[in-house]
């Protein structure tokens, strides 16, 4: 495969990368800081079961300006990319999304519009070429409107619908596409949280998604546990979600 | 006290200034100090020993950021005392497991450079199958390279390799100013020295540069034996020590008299490529201790039953054959989550060094002590040590080295009290990286160079800003 990464220098985008790489695929990394990209890059050449290249560019979720310029380069370095995978995103606890609402209004806008402007952008590439992979992380924390993740929740819900929406209208036409939702994660976004049971690692997580692109599965769970986890919350009737506080 | 005049110098020190220590640790189960605001309990963080203390910790791929204004850093939690928990008084350690990349690699000499994060366990499964591997390895592979070279670890491979400090070409560091240096045998070569088993006092370790070794395969050829004394023991890690790169002894440290130090002896090199099977070795499957044991499970009956049934098991008297490399090198880490069994109480590593100079009766002296005091352990390791290393505070010195583990009972500080004095006597000095109960003064008395390794610490450090919890505990460092 040839995968196009957003996202891939940190925490679960990190370690996908890294299991793409181990495995002999091309990847490209996009992220924000040419430093941090370049470092990254150096150490999947060093995991890498050959001795590949991982060509980088930068890209910003907040600068939608940038999509383009930055998948062209993608483009060109892979010779054509089949897989598209998307980490990347913005979290911040229910409290500090209240405190700052400039930071909230920036959370919404990366995490749902402009990573649903840029799957867009990628969409367009992949049915013109027949059909590829697009997988995007949403999260558990869109299932249910919950108390401590209403923000966060609300903007994962809303690409989560986005994603299945895809999913029903173009696998027909070549392009699947894959919803990831991590449950708790232990990685630098959920630093200072207290890891609730079935917490995973990011490297579980990367070994799931593979999986899953190898299959074009339309809807992850990971770690497994947080499936069954889900199915119950999303059973649970409004007058007892109100009443419990997760 | 006063009138006990032929005692040596540590035994005249009044008893009530002897503070003690094991009070000052909170238990798992011990109901916690003070609530946070939403009514759970505070953080509390411990090594490997599960000896608890408030803290928390804090992770972030970006190092660089995460170290500003840190007072210590930790990596996986393997020291087993409180060398990797923050002071009291500044109750945050920046935890370093997610800063793991690895930035540069040589293929041809081997030359690597990596952040401080990357785990050993990474490491090798990464570069065993290319036939590269660590040129010093601790007994687990679930420690950071920030840690090895804070605690200068040393293997099996100690009499030739020396440790893992001899092997670091270079460190990138952010000191107590908040400046970033790199310092190396060329450059800052004083910070280099004190930060080699410096248990990361001296400076927060951003990157390491070492060299792998190239191995002519990826198996180990085995060699054991068992052992019927602790005289023979000796004799045997002494005989092995020229031929032998890597060599280790399991001692059943419960028997008595004419059988003490009985176990068994392990010698090992990389096989030659035409004995080594042509696969590389595969992923080992592991078992996970699902809960905490109950204590009495590591009484006294269990342990020693555990050590006959071990010995025994090494049926004929020699034995030899291609073993995997985690089954030689890390036998433990078969077993995920093995501190549970110790308990709620939790469990300490004693390991000390016993020199040449104190002669081969020492390790016997070491061992009656311990066997009239009622010490129980699964695990007792016996290892000669090489030359002593260049870091300023590095653990082994030439002799014998021997580790056990001790469930902790409220009689264990007076315990590690007795064996500290008996290695003071015979000039030994013990292993921070496994200590939680030596007093300062008795470590103070083993160790004279840690007067030298301080002042290359302040001059580095003038505000103090860096400590561990181990550093107030031992050092003197204050609150």
Redesign the interface.
């Known amino acids: 495969m040839k995968t196009v990464i957003l996202g891939g220098t940190r925490g679960m985008g990190r370690a996908v990368a890294r299991a793409l790489v181990e495995r002999g695929d091309s990847v490209f990394l996009l992220g924000r800081q040419s430093s941090d990209l370049e470092k990254c890059a150096k150490d999947l050449e060093h995991r890498s079961a050959g001795q590949a290249q991982v060509p980088t560019a930068i890209c910003d979720l907040e600068d939608p300006s940038g999509f383009d310029a930055a998948l062209d380069a993608a483009d060109e370095a892979l010779g054509g990319f089949d897989t598209v995978v998307i980490t990347a995103g913005l979290f911040g606890t229910q409290e500090k999304l209240e405190e700052d609402p400039e930071f909230a209004r920036r959370m919404l806008t990366v995490n749902f519009t402009n990573t649903v402007v840029f799957c867009e952008n990628v969409r367009r590439r992949l049915l013109e070429r027949g059909g590829g992979t697009l997988c995007v992380f949403s999260s558990v924390a869109g299932e249910r409107g919950r108390k401590p993740v209403v923000l966060y929740g609300s903007s994962k819900a809303g690409l989560s619908r986005y994603l299945e929406g895809l999913d029903h209208r173009d696998r027909e036409k070549g392009l699947v596409t894959i919803c990831v939702k991590p449950g708790f994660v232990k990685t630098g976004m959920t630093e200072g949280l207290e890891p609730p049971p079935f917490a995973g690692t990011p490297e579980q997580v990367a070994t799931r998604v593979v999986r899953a692109l190898s299959r074009g599965e339309p809807e992850v769970y990971t770690p497994g546990p947080w499936r069954f986890v889900m199915m119950v919350i999303r059973c649970l009737p409004r007058f007892v979600m109100r009443k419990v506080g997760f | 006290m006063a009138a006990d005049e032929g005692a040596v110098a540590v035994e005249t020190v009044p008893g009530p200034t002897r503070r003690p220590i094991l009070p000052k640790m909170t238990r798992p189960n011990s109901p916690p100090a003070a609530s946070s605001r939403n009514g759970?309990p505070p953080?509390r963080l411990s090594g490997w020993g599960r000896l608890f203390q408030p803290g928390?910790q804090?992770?972030?791929?970006?190092l660089e950021r995460l170290t500003e204004g840190a007072v210590l850093c930790r990596g996986l939690g393997r020291s087993y005392g409180d060398s990797s928990l923050p002071p009291a008084s500044h109750p945050e350690v920046a935890g370093t497991t997610?800063a793991d990349?690895?930035?540069?690699?040589d293929v041809t000499s081997g030359r690597i450079r990596a952040e401080a994060g990357l785990s050993l366990f990474e490491l090798n499964r990464?570069f065993l199958r290319k036939r590269w591997f660590t040129p010093v390895s601790p007994g687990t592979q679930f420690v950071t390279l920030g840690g090895m070279v804070a605690a200068d670890v040393h293997g099996k491979n100690h009499h030739q390799k020396g440790c893992f400090g001899e092997h670091v070409r270079s460190l990138r560091m952010r000191i107590a100013s908040g400046e970033i240096v790199t310092c190396s045998e060329e450059e800052n070569r004083e910070l280099f020295l004190a930060t080699i088993g410096g248990m990361g006092l001296t400076g927060h370790i951003l990157e390491v540069e070492f060299a792998l070794e190239k191995i002519p395969s990826p198996w180990i050829w085995c060699e054991s034996e068992r052992i019927r004394d602790i005289d023979d023991f000796i004799r045997g890690l002494k005989e092995a020590g020229p031929d032998w790169p890597y060599t280790v002894g399991w001692i059943d440290c419960i028997s008595r008299g004419s059988s003490m130090g009985r176990g068994i002896l392990q010698k090992g090199r990389w096989a030659h490529p035409y004995l080594a099977p042509s696969k590389p070795p595969a992923f080992k499957k592991r078992f996970t201790v699902p809960f905490e044991f109950p204590s009495w499970v590591l009484g006294r009956p269990t342990v020693q039953a555990f050590n006959t049934l071990y010995y025994w098991k090494h049926v004929s008297r020699f034995q030899k054959g291609i073993l995997h490399p985690d089954s030689f090198f890390y036998p433990l880490d078969m077993v995920n989550h093995w501190n549970l069994i110790y308990g709620k109480h939790g469990f300490t590593q004693y390991q000390c060094v016993m020199p040449e100079s104190s002669g081969r009766g020492a390790a016997r002296r070491f061992l009656e002590l311990l066997t009239s005091k009622g010490g129980a352990s699964f695990l007792c390791v016996i290892k000669d040590c090489g030359a002593e290393g260049r870091g300023m505070l590095s653990f082994p010195k030439p002799g014998i080295s021997i580790a056990l583990d001790i469930a902790v009972r409220p009689d264990t500080p007076q315990l590690i009290d007795a064996l500290n004095e008996l290695v003071i006597r015979e000039e030994g000095r013990v292993y921070l990286a496994k200590d939680a109960f030596t007093r300062p003064e008795d470590f103070a008395a083993m160790e004279p160079r840690l007067a030298p390794w301080n002042q290359v610490r302040r001059r580095w450090d003038p505000e103090q800003r860096l400590k561990s919890a181990q550093s107030i505990r031992v050092l003197g460092d204050s609150e």
Do not use: G, K
């Open positions: 759970s953080p928390r804090v992770l972030s791929e970006d997610l990349r690895i930035l540069d690699f990464l």
